[in-house]
T-cell receptor, first 117, second 112 residues
Framework: GAVVSQHPSRVICKSGTSVKIECRSLDFQATTMFWYRQFPKQSLMLMAT?????????EQGVEKDKFLINHASLTLSTLTVTSAHPEDSSFYIC?????????????FGEGSWLTVV | QKEVEQDPGPLSVPEGAIVSLNCTYSNSAFQYFMWYRQYSRKGPELLMY??SSGNKEDGRFTAQVDKSSKYISLFIRDSQPSDSATYLC????????????WGLGTSLAVNP
């Protein structure tokens, strides 16, 4: 199947700093990528939908100035957590859509654990 | 009421048991139904995919969709300890709306 690479897999940063997480579709072009956040023992919470070359669409309650999303190419989207605080510590997961709109074309990265100290 | 309801468990079964997982939903516009498996500290992995109503079988896994009842199921036969994971259902409507709607996930432990 298609491969989505997410980097870094784990990151620890100091409170007040910014951290960038990359999501790459390795063997396909993804016009749409999704960013999720997942707290322990909870389901995936969609943060934003990222379309190549346009502004991301954020879900209600997600601060777009805090979680900056850039989808500069068909194979790369980045999530930058700005001025991170301990409450931002979480598991962040990206997914990329191969296209077609059916649902079986969405592939997930391995996730990135962010710890803010 | 959430659009998708899924009992979070945990569910604990002995090795070799048949496992039944299910989700209910309220939006009749959903057309595509997926089951994902997520191991601890990993991203979700697509396990089964079904379009509209019906059954789909893949090895030890069977997915069922009953749109009239708005109910989907995943059955695991001859369960193995390696099946221990969280199983999430997800679904979406047709067309260009590519957002998946997720269940909470059911935590499954298969005991040797």
């Amino acid at each position: 199947g298609a491969v989505v690479s997410q980097h870094p897999s784990r990151v620890i940063c100091k409170s007040g700093t910014s951290v960038k997480i990359e999501c790459r579709s390795l063997d396909f072009q993804a016009t749409t990528m999704f960013w999720y956040r997942q707290f322990p023992k909870q389901s995936l919470m969609l943060m934003a939908t990222s379309n190549e070359g346009s502004k991301a669409t954020y879900e209600q309650g997600v601060e777009k100035d805090k979680f900056l999303i850039n989808h500069a190419s068909l194979t790369l989207s980045t999530l930058t957590v700005t001025s991170a605080h301990p409450e931002d510590s979480s598991f962040y997961i990206c997914s990329a859509d191969l296209g077609g709109g059916s649902g079986n074309t969405i592939y997930f990265g391995e996730g990135s654990w962010l710890t803010v100290v | 009421q959430k659009e998708v309801e899924q009992d979070p468990g945990p569910l604990s079964v002995p090795e070799g048991a048949i496992v039944s997982l299910n989700c209910t939903y309220s939006n009749s516009a959903f057309q595509y139904f997926m089951w994902y498996r997520q191991y601890s500290r990993k991203g979700p992995e697509l396990l089964m995919y079904t379009y509209s109503s019906g059954n789909k079988e893949d090895g030890r896994f069977t997915a069922q969709v009953d749109k009239s009842s708005k109910y989907i199921s995943l059955f695991i036969r001859d369960s193995q300890p390696s099946d221990s994971a969280t199983y999430l259902c997800a679904m979406k409507g047709a067309g260009n709306n590519r957002k998946l709607i997720w269940g909470l996930g059911t935590s499954l432990a298969v005991n040797p």
